[in-house]
C-alpha cells in the first residue's frame, strides 16, 4: 500500500480516536441545577430546595455557594455549606435561601440580575452552574395612592384630575385597572370603562370628566359625598385599590 495513503489512514483514525475520547471527557464532566431560574417573592424571600446532578470521574466537591451580580461577577454573599459526592456521578441536594432584606438591598445597589453559583472541583476537574434569580420581575404591587386624595366637583365644572401613584416591594410595577368607579356606599352610580396601564411606571395620570346632570341628580337626591375607586391587578394577580374622596357642589 502507498506509504502517503498509510498516513493518512493512520491520521483519520487517530482524529477519530480523539474525538471519541474527547466525548467520552466531555461527558464526565456536567453539572446541572434544578430549578436553574428561582422566582423571589420579594414579600417573602425564597426558600427553595434544590438538586445538584453532576457527572465528574472520581468525584467531586463544592466547598460553598456564592451568590454573585451576574452582571458584573461580582460576589454578593457566601453560603458555607460543603456539596460532595465519591464515585463518578452524584446527585446532591441543599435549600437555597434568599431573605426579602436582602432580596431590597441588592435591588437598592442596582443589581437586577442574580446568580446562585457553585463550582465543583475533583480529580476530572472543576465544572460550575447556577440558579438565576430576576430581582425586576420578582416584585409585586405593594400599594397605590390616589393624589390629590380630596377635590370639589360642581355641575358646572365636571372635569377632575388625578394621578394614581403605584409602589412595588422591589423592581418595576407591571400593573392594569380596567376600570374606575364612582361610588355611594357599595353603590356603584357613574364607570370610566377606559382602562390605565402601568409598564414600569410608578405615576398614572388620569383625567375624568362627568357625565352632564350627574352631579344635579346626585345632589338633589341628597348626596353630596361620592368616592372615585380604581383597582390595580399585576401581573402576579396581586390587588390594590385606592380612592379619591369628592364634594359634590352645584
Known sequence: MNKQIILTLIGAIAIVIAAIFGSSVNAQQIVTVDPGDGWLNASEGYQEKVTWRVASKGGAASPRGVFVNLDNNKELAVVDRILEFSGDRGVVTEVVQISPEQA??????????????????????????????????????????????????????????LAWNLDGDIGSTSAVSESGQFLVGDRVVYEVSQPLVAEGQSTLKETVMLPPGLVNELVANGIYQVRYTRTFVDDKDTRRSASVEIRLTQ
Open 104 to 161: 431590597r438591598s441588592w435591588h437598592a445597589k442596582g443589581v437586577r440580575r442574580v446568580g446562585y453559583r457553585r463550582v465543583f472541583a475533583g480529580a476530572a476537574g472543576s465544572l460550575s452552574n447556577h440558579i438565576l434569580f430576576d430581582l425586576n420581575a420578582s416584585g409585586r404591587l405593594a400599594q397605590v395612592q390616589a393624589s390629590p386624595p380630596s377635590q370639589t366637583v360642581s355641575s358646572k365644572s365636571r372635569q377632575m384630575m
